[in-house]
């Protein structure tokens, strides 16, 4: 089973978005479908098919809603740690560059704000790693090396 990294407030909206689907959007699609059936020929109806498409997709993601609720573990944002894990927020350099990452559960990743995966190739480097180790990452335009300056 996968484990899902999430913070306590993204596990919240994961459960009021399931609750949504398993409730509203449900009752919503079924009605759609009646509708489908009651227009009589199913062979050649395609509102038939549309609402049977989107009652699968529904499901699909209630399936995986649930098992990403069932198998969360909660990231503790950590500070003072010696070694970079899931909830470690760095600075590191690039290029004499600095920028700051706080390494997050594949749910949680938001690049444009510092949110990397641990999951993600620079993620994935950086855990286990200590303030003053270098990475470097295999890009597709060469290897790039950051130094991590310090774990907040």
Do not use: C, W
């Amino acid at each position: 089973m996968d484990q899902y990294y999430l913070t306590s407030e993204r596990l919240e909206e994961l459960k009021k978005e399931l609750q949504e689907l398993k409730t509203t959007r449900r009752i919503e699609v079924a009605e759609r479908l009646k509708r489908a059936k009651e227009l009589g020929d199913l062979s050649e109806n395609s509102e038939y098919f549309e609402a049977r498409e989107e009652q699968s997709q529904l499901e699909m993601r209630i399936a995986e809603l649930e098992a990403m609720v069932q198998n969360a573990e909660i990231i503790q944002m950590t500070h003072g740690k010696t070694k970079v894990q899931v909830g470690s927020t760095i600075a590191a350099s690039k290029d004499g560059k600095q920028a700051k990452f706080t390494i997050v559960g594949s749910n949680e990743t938001r690049p444009e704000g510092g949110f990397i995966s641990n999951e993600s190739p620079l993620g994935a480097a950086f855990l286990g790693q200590q303030a003053g180790d270098s990475v470097k990452i295999k890009t597709p335009k060469g290897e790039v090396v950051y130094k991590i300056l310090k774990i907040e």
